[in-house]
């Protein structure tokens, strides 16, 4: 017998295994904003860690996109149920951020321009797990999908990546951000289906 593509059953098959429990996968690129899309110049940007002993480091534009960047694919799960597959972006790997900065914190309280805030622990942020991407599907980040930069860390759902991103602070406690301080869970595993607090 000869090789047979797959067809219908065998993609069908492929993409519930890459489905976490019960998402579906779409094709559209769904926006969920809790706000107004926030317009950011590139000139005017900037990105900044603050550690738990107020050490601050930043980067404006040029100092971003001058770093050695990577071009992940990722499916993307939102806790409103959407998946997305093989997403393809261009960013700078957290690890390469952090590389100078002391810290012996444990958690990463993540801001927005426009005030949106996320949680994690800073473990999540590191190991090649998490970006701050300035492209998307070979372009620039479209403004309501995040430009000119967000935050990408594709293994938690998706509310964990800050669109707009503006800094992180690095903590020795948990600070709840927004979704996880209205009842969402605190980590967000969607293979763990962790969308609310207790799940
Ligand atoms: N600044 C900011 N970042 C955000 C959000 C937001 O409302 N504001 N929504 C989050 C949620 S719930 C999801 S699912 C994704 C949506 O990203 P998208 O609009 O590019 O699909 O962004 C996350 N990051
Ligand atoms: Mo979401």
Redesign the pocket.
Known sequence: MGVVSPGFRGRARESSRRLPPGQYETHD???????PTPRITRDEWEFAVTTETGARHAWNWAELTALPSDSPTVDLH???KWSKFDTSWQGVSLDVLLAEVETAADFALVS?Y?G?T?SLPLEDLLDGQAWIAYGYDGDDIPP???GPA?LLVPHLY??K????VHGIQLLTEDEPGF?EGLGYHDYGDPWREQRYQGD
């Open positions: 690129f769904p926006v969920l904003s809790a706000g939102c806790v409103t927005s426009g949106y996320s309501e999908h995040g967000r998706f509310w990546s800050a669109k707009w979704w």
